[in-house]
């Protein structure tokens, strides 16, 4: 199995020592197939097919209406074989239906123990019963009924559809891939509130200590305060049921994103349809040109490309160089899951008090949303544009047209830097050589415009110089990938649109979701002391990592709502579902 490739450079070093363990077990794995006779190994997951990450998820809610924002944490951990590893760091976050459309997704970077975030719920989906559902890209390669979900209830006040479940219920009910299970939680945490009645706007204070000396646990907890009623405290978790037909992936697809989100994808012939193997595939972001790099496809035509920590939304040009030149298609994986489920269907149903409970709640939502129009950061996940230096580093000479004399091309300018790298024609054929002595003096330069790599085309000695606005330039050695060369020329057209050049061959732009906001960015909005906005949230309070000690008590405080009725405070382990506690309080 081919490793995941960087350009070479001192941080690149580091990420070779940490890849080798991984590649010494994914040649391993890619040696087994499950239910298939293999010879026994030590590791657990290998023996069982199993991806040996277990993630437990949990939200602030279990009823929403739509519009509103999932907040959530998880707890992360791996079998002992992978903890020297530092294994996933990267998680992907969707909210479903019951058979897998997607609704909105999001990724976040992974740690041990555990993550927290938020997701928005979109305006426009239906009425019904979804799930919220976690996994990393490793579990791609095992069952889809192994990653961690959270069944919930989406109210949508301004559409009167109900999402459509399958066309005969009974059917899928005896068929099912797996159950909810649901269990009364030990009531080991005692919850006190210093009150039973409150008033809006005054502060409250709760103290947590644990009742029960056998099942008390020091560790990390999660507290939620919403109304009574919202939250589902006997849900536990989803287990798959052995299906007739139902077999766990015998091939290793994804590899484990161990430094971070990762871009996979694979190039074929557009003339035989088959893989294209061992040509070289280049990758560079347009905007800022903060990431480039090689890598060769492997013996099926995959290439696999390890990205630094960035978030939103970003545009990248990807290329392959096969030897014939012939056409060829690449194909990119966004990264999220496209294998097929079916969970089990809940009809979306409300009893009376959800009924008034969920009228309530639309009337706040609307309230909220109004006051709050434009200032809510949660609704726009994209992050700030953050002005980053390209990939090839500040070390370089910038070269202003404006403060040269107008010269007819861009190879006569180029022939004119004394130093740093002249230009011939020779044959019609471009060449580009540096005119500084180096180590590898006898390499050509690495070639960009407008951060996309372009090879020596000679076209570019021929361009306009009225077009170009800047050439930035590296006159030292510099290594990509496997790739020498004397130094680096990177070219910005004065529109950014290439000077005019045609890259339609082999190649496209594209753009991929890297990380979204932080944890930090996840935490619902606080009443302003003296504020003069209604006070009409749903999620009173949420605290997805508290440190709950034996022997001692925790206290929190917060301000208490304006909308009336029964409030319940909820606290549960993240490590140990069966451990919670709960009290309620009233609001007049």
Known sequence: M????????????????????????????????????????????????????????????????????????????????????????????????????????????????????????????PTGNYYLRVYTKWMQNFSVYDYAYMPMKVVNPYKPLIEQGPENISVVRETVSGRLHRKIPTRAIACTTNKSTYNSGEKAEIDFHFNDKEASSSGSYYITISRAGTVDTTFTYFKADSLPGFERNQIIDHLPEINGITIHGRVYSQVSGTPVKFVPVYLSETRNGWYYAIYPTNEKGDFYFSLPDNMGKNDFFIQAEPADSLPVKIEID????????????IPFTLNEYEIALVHSMMINQQITDRFTA?????????????????????????????DYIELPTL???????????????????????????????????LLFIDNIHVGHDSRLLKLDLNRIERIEIIDKGYVAGNMKYSGLIAIYSKNRNFAGIDLRQNNTFFSYDLFSKPATACYPEKRSSGSRIPDKRNLVYWNPNIQLTAGSKTVISFDIPDTKGQYMIFVRSKNNPDISGSCYFTVN
Request: aromatic share 14%; hydrophobic share 35%; with cysteine.
């Open 411 to 445: 190879g006569e300018f180029l022939f004119e830097l004394e130093y740093e790298a002249f230009a011939k024609i020779s044959s019609g054929a471009g060449s580009y050589y540096s005119k500084g002595i180096t180590a590898f003096s006898n390499y050509p330069p």
């Open 334 to 345: 966004n990264g999220f899951c496209t294998n097929p489920v079916n969970l089990p269907y």
């Open 2 to 125: 081919s490793a995941i490739n960087l350009q070479i450079n001192p941080m690149t070093s580091l990420f070779m020592k940490k890849s080798f363990p991984l590649f010494v077990i994914c040649y391993l794995i890619s040696q087994l197939a499950c239910g298939q006779k293999t010879q026994p190994v030590r590791n657990e997951f290998m023996n069982t097919c199993s991806s040996g990450e277990k993630i437990h998820l949990f939200t602030d809610r279990n009823l929403y209406c739509a519009g509103e924002t999932i907040f959530f944490t998880t707890s992360y951990s791996t079998i002992k074989e992978l903890d020297f590893l530092t294994w996933s760091q990267v998680l992907y976050v969707e909210l479903i239906t019951w058979n897998g459309n997607k609704l909105a997704q999001l990724k976040l970077k992974l740690h041990q123990p555990g993550i927290s975030g938020c997701i928005p719920i979109p305006d426009e989906i």
């Open 374 to 402: 434009g200032i809510n950061p949660l609704k726009d996940t994209r992050p700030e544009e953050i002005k980053q230096i390209p990939f090839y580093g500040s070390k370089r000479k910038i070269y202003q047209m404006a």
